[in-house]
């Protein structure tokens, strides 16, 4: 079933870093003032705000949108705020979709930051034995990083992937992020940079290893009709956003369980909800993955990008490190993938990281990324998850 | 006096340190297998069926994958040595009940001790300590060890 279209009319990003003297607040606000400039729309003209929010900078951040249109000078407009870990700029997208297919606004502002401490993401504080993300620190030491290293392990195995290969990732989404304004990491390195860094989880090493970031993006968007009447005869479109659930079970392991589902009665070993984010959107917007012209996935790790070129079709399992070395995934290859630069040139700034995916979809489709340009950008991907089960993919054309 | 070995949490393993088991669930209704018990989502088939009963899961698997923890975990993980002394974590596959269960390994296990698809045991460890109690939780061991 495809679904309506939406038109984006602007896009901002406050530039990833840490910066200890501003707030999430300050780093939404700018992002959406870039965006309304962008778009060429004033915030009184805004009808609905869309928050993805922020878990780690207190009640304000549980209430984004509110803060934001407060920050930004409140005029009335309608709010919501919305969490669902990684996945909260997408799932913020899509309530500002389906506010304006339903016709209960013409236009939104959809809008994520963060501002987070430094070092690696620790479970909310206080003793909760019944929550699986305290209990996979208190009694394994479970972080995040332990995953992505099992998953590096496991490709390994399976597919003979080495660490050359993973270390390979790097090194290209480090040229591609050197070429990004607003990257906050734009050095070029090498695969000799990689293997000097230390191992954090084996096989994976530090410079391998998304960091915590803070930042801000947002999206203008609105109705293909309300985009006409401003003159935009062709507007960057939404054609699919994918905020889907797992089906049981899960076979793969993922954040933030440390065991697994059952697959004795389903059989199958390899079910993993990766594979089925991607699908949804595909189906929203009536493509397949050949028709992909580049994509945005989420390179926690190295090798994590691997596994996305699998799980949203562009290869078979299995053949991701080939896609690699032939230069497809490269900008200026068949089919490039994080030509920002990715998590590994950002770091993650968990509610704006979905949005500012969709930012480069959309400067890549209006052929306005500069050096980093996908020629021939037509039709763009985003795709990453949520812990504990919120997918999030967002399909753009031009 | 020697000191109380208490369950790190509460219902998700036996104590028994010869010959330990990690408790589970099992849906009396269509036989599906749940760890922990209370923790991991339902079948949909069976979404309003709430009888799980306790198991005891294989105590013994097959390396599913295995990684290391380089640097020190973030609380609510309790740092044990100054300076910190990294870990090797697997994720075993029971194959009777087909799911896979995350563990430190044993202390004194390397990487170079690791391969997938090699067969580890279920053992006990000692956590974290106190003045009064020691905390213990379940870790895997290499097979034919302990």
């Known amino acids: 079933m495809t679904v309506g279209e939406i038109a984006i009319l602007g896009v901002g990003m406050h530039p990833w870093g840490k910066f200890a003297d501003k707030s999430f607040v300050d780093l939404g606000v700018d992002a959406a003032t870039k965006a309304m400039e962008d778009a060429d729309i004033n915030w009184n003209d805004i009808q609905f705000v869309s928050g993805a929010n922020t878990v780690r900078n207190g009640y304000p951040g549980w209430v984004s949108a509110s803060t934001f249109a407060n920050a930004l000078g409140f005029q009335g407009s309608q709010l919501a705020s919305s969490y669902a870990a990684c996945a909260s700029g997408a799932t913020a997208l899509s309530i500002a979709r389906a506010q304006i297919l339903s016709g209960v606004c013409d236009v939104a502002l959809v809008v994520g930051a963060d501002q987070v401490p430094k070092g690696m993401f620790a479970p909310v504080p206080g003793e909760r034995p019944d929550d699986v993300d305290w209990l996979r620190f208190h009694l394994i030491g479970l972080s995040n990083p332990a995953y992505f290293g099992l998953f590096a392990r496991r490709r390994m195995a399976l597919y003979g992937d080495t660490q050359d290969d993973f270390a390979a990732v790097k090194v290209k989404n480090s040229q591609h992020g050197s070429k990004n304004p607003n990257a906050r990491f734009t050095k070029t390195f090498t695969a000799e940079d990689v293997k000097a860094s230390p191992v954090v989880a084996d096989p994976l090493r530090l410079l391998e290893i998304c960091t915590t970031s803070d930042g801000g993006a947002a999206l203008v968007v609105s109705s293909l009709d309300f985009a006409r009447k401003k003159g935009i005869k062709n507007p960057i479109r939404v054609s699919g956003i994918s905020t889907i659930g797992p089906t049981y079970p899960n076979a793969i392991i993922d954040m933030p369980y440390f065991a697994s589902d059952s697959w004795a009665k389903s059989g199958y070993e390899g079910h993993t909800f990766k594979n089925e984010i991607a699908q949804h959107a595909y189906t929203e917007a009536g493509i397949t993955p050949a028709d992909l012209d580049f994509a945005e996935v989420y390179d926690l790790s190295s090798a994590y990008e691997l596994d996305w070129y699998e799980h949203i079709g562009l290869c078979e399992p299995g053949q991701a490190r080939k896609l690699l070395h032939d230069g497809d995934t490269s900008i200026g290859g068949r089919i490039p993938v994080n030509p920002s630069g990715g998590l590994g040139a950002f770091g993650e700034a968990i509610p704006a990281q979905a949005i500012a995916q969709v930012c480069e979809l959309t400067w890549q489709l209006r052929g306005e990324a500069g050096e980093r340009q996908v020629n021939g950008a037509n039709v763009g991907m985003s795709i990453n998850y949520g812990m504990f089960g919120h997918g999030s993919s967002v399909i753009a054309r031009r | ?146």
């Not at chain 2, 910190?84 to 995350?102: G, Q, R, S, T, Y």
Request: proline share 7%; net charge negative.
């Open chain 2, 1 to 146: 006096m020697s000191k109380q070995r208490l369950p790190a949490v509460e219902g998700l393993f036996t104590m028994d340190s010869e010959n330990p088991s990690l408790i589970g669930g099992r849906k009396r209704t269509n036989g599906s297998f749940y760890f922990p018990k209370e923790l991991s989502g339902n079948d949909p088939a069976s979404s309003l069926d709430q009888d799980r009963e306790d198991i005891l899961l294989s105590q013994s698997g097959k390396v599913w994958s295995y990684t290391s923890a380089g640097y020190p975990p973030a609380l609510p993980y309790v740092i044990t040595s100054e300076p910190f002394e990294p870990f090797v974590i697997a994720a075993v596959h029971l194959e009777k009940e087909d799911l896979v269960v995350c563990g430190q390994m044993m202390p004194g296990v390397d990487l170079e001790d690791m391969e997938i698809g090699m067969e580890v045991k279920l053992a006990l460890d000692t956590l974290y300590e106190d003045e009064h109690n020691q905390y213990i939780v379940w870790k895997w061991e290499l097979a034919g060890q302990g």
